[in-house]
């Protein structure tokens, strides 16, 4: 595979004619000999002397109401997200619980004795569990990203 690249003569004179344009306007050259590194000279100076745009008057209004719509879209989403990992806990707690729960209550109502009555509920377990998940995960989130809160903006 070759480096060079690969131009034609045409190519290249016009390489040459953009560059000895932008070293005359380094070196302070006004006009040369060479027409159509003058045209490029011309055109380098009608480029550099454009007015240029500036941000709107209220920029920094704008992009800070940006930033705290984006905190509360960002507050939704993580509660939403909660949501959604307590409705897939209780919905697997509905079809894999009540196997999981017979194998546990023998062994359960042996060591709790009367307590084993309010606790048997699996509805209560999965809800106690769907919300250790979600306040773990949140933990989690907020050591990874110590910037962001709970709270919106």
């Excluded at 045409?10 to 006004?30: C, K, M, T, Y």
């Excluded at 027409?35 to 992009?63: C, H, K, M, N, T």
């Excluded at 940006?66 to 707690?93: K, N, P, S, T």
Aim: net charge negative; charged share 20%; glycine share 10%.
């Amino acid at each position: 595979m070759s480096t060079e690249p690969n131009w034609n003569s045409a190519q290249i004179a016009e390489w040459e004619a953009q560059e000895g344009a932008v070293e005359r306007l380094r070196q302070g050259v006004r006009k040369g000999e060479d027409g159509r590194v003058d045209a490029y000279q011309s055109l380098f100076q009608a480029i550099a002397a454009a007015p240029r745009s500036e941000p709107p008057a209220d920029f920094a209004e704008l992009a800070l109401r940006a930033v705290r719509e984006a905190q509360v879209d960002e507050y939704i989403e993580r509660w939403l997200m909660r949501l959604a990992g307590l409705v897939a806990l209780v919905g697997v707690a509905v079809f894999a619980g009540p196997a999981l729960w017979s194998s546990l209550n023998v062994g359960m109502a042996t060591t709790l004795g009367p307590a084993a009555g309010a606790l048997s509920s699996p509805l209560l377990w999965a809800v106690v569990a769907a919300g250790a998940t979600a306040a773990g995960c949140d933990a989690g989130y907020r050591l990874r990203h110590p910037e962001h809160r709970l709270a919106p903006g």
